[in-house]
Structures are given as C-alpha cells and as structure tokens.
T-cell receptor, first 112, second 112 residues
C-alpha cells in the first residue's frame, strides 16, 4: 500500500522555540494532506486541511499563526509549531490523500 | 457536524472471548469508515476499511459491519488474545472533504 512518512518520529524542544514536522507521501502524489493532534488518552482531532499550492484550512479553535502549515509540493507538507509551550506537547499525525487516504506514523512532540 | 461515538470506552475480557466494539456516527453522508488499532505511544494501524456501499469487511479474526442508514458500525473480534490489547478507534471519512472524524476510542484489555 501507499506509504506516508513523518519526520521526526519524536522530538523534544525547549519552551519558546519552534519545531517543524514533515509529512511525505513516498510513492504517490497527494493533492490533499491533513494534520491531526492527539492529546494523552484522547482521540485524534483534525487540525487543518492542506492543499498543494494554497493556504491551509484550519478547524475551529486551531490557531493558524501558531501552527503554520506549508504544502509546497505534491509529496510534502510541513507543520511548524511556533513558540512552542508545554501545552503543545502532543502526538501529531498527518494523512495524505490520493484517492484513498493514508496515515503517517505520527510525531510525538514534548515541549520542556 | 459529524460526531463519532464509541461504546464501551473501556473493556476488559478474559482470553478467548468473542467481543463487539460499537461505533455510532451522526451524519450518514460518509465516504467510508475505518477501524484502527493504536498501541500505547504508537501510531495508527489500519484494521479494516468499509466503503459506504459495503455492508461488511473481514480480515482474519476481525469482522466489521456498517449500517449507514442507522449510523452504526461494529467491530467483532473473535477468540480474543492478549496481543489484541490496544485502543481501537473508529473513524468516519466525510463525503466530499475526505476528512476523517475519529471516535473516542475503546481501550481493550485481554487478560491471559
């Protein structure tokens, strides 16, 4: 099946710094990518929808200036958590669509 | 707005039991429904995907059914094993947007 790769798989950063997470579709072109967030012991919540070459569409309650999403090519979308704080510590998962939708393995972010 | 609910929230059973996990959703305009498994601290493993036109899918000891008109899906696990212990997530893919809306999850523990 199609593979969606996320990098890094885990990251620890200091409070106030920014961290970038990459989501790549390895063997297909993805016109649309999605970013989800999962807090401990909770389910996944959709953060935003990213379409190649256009601005991302954010779900209600998600700060677009804090979570910068770039989808510059058909195989890569990035999520940058700006000025990260401990409450941003979470599991971030992307998915990519090419007909069907495929999920990455997630990135665990810990802000200390 | 699509809402997905899973019952029960947690389940503990002795090894060998057959069990049923329930998922309900409020908007029947779906593209497909997918059941995932998530181990602690890990990403998602897709178990079964049911297209909106299908009634059920089977893979090994797993069987998932879909009743779109009533907004319900069940995941049946036969002859449960300790290795089945995980959180099971139901996710509904919304028609037109391809967004997945995740349920609250069922934490399963199979006792040896």
């Amino acid at each position: 099946g199609a593979v969606v790769s996320q990098h890094p798989s885990w990251v620890i950063c200091k409070s106030g710094t920014s961290v970038k997470i990459e989501c790549r579709s390895l063997d297909f072109q993805a016109t649309t990518m999605f970013w989800y967030r999962q807090f401990p012991k909770q389910s996944l919540m959709l953060m935003a929808t990213s379409n190649e070459g256009s601005k991302a569409t954010y779900e209600q309650g998600v700060e677009k200036d804090k979570f910068l999403i770039n989808h510059a090519s058909l195989t890569l979308s990035t999520l940058t958590v700006t000025s990260a704080h401990p409450e941003d510590s979470s599991f971030y998962i992307c998915s990519a669509r090419s007909g069907a939708v495929f999920f990455g393995q997630g990135t665990r972010l810990t802000v200390v | 707005k699509q809402e997905v609910t899973q019952i029960p929230a947690a389940l503990s059973v002795p090894e060998g039991e057959n069990l049923v996990l329930n998922c309900s959703f409020t908007d029947s305009a779906i593209y497909n429904l997918q059941w995932f498994r998530q181990d602690p601290g890990k990403g998602l493993t897709s178990l079964l995907l049911i297209q909106s036109s299908q009634r059920e899918q089977t893979s090994g000891r797993l069987n998932a059914s879909l009743d779109k008109s009533s907004g319900r899906s069940t995941l049946y696990i036969a002859a449960s094993q300790p290795g089945d212990s995980a959180t099971y997530l139901c996710a509904v893919c919304t028609s037109g947007t391809y967004k997945y809306i995740f349920g609250t999850g069922t934490r399963l523990k199979v006792l040896a």
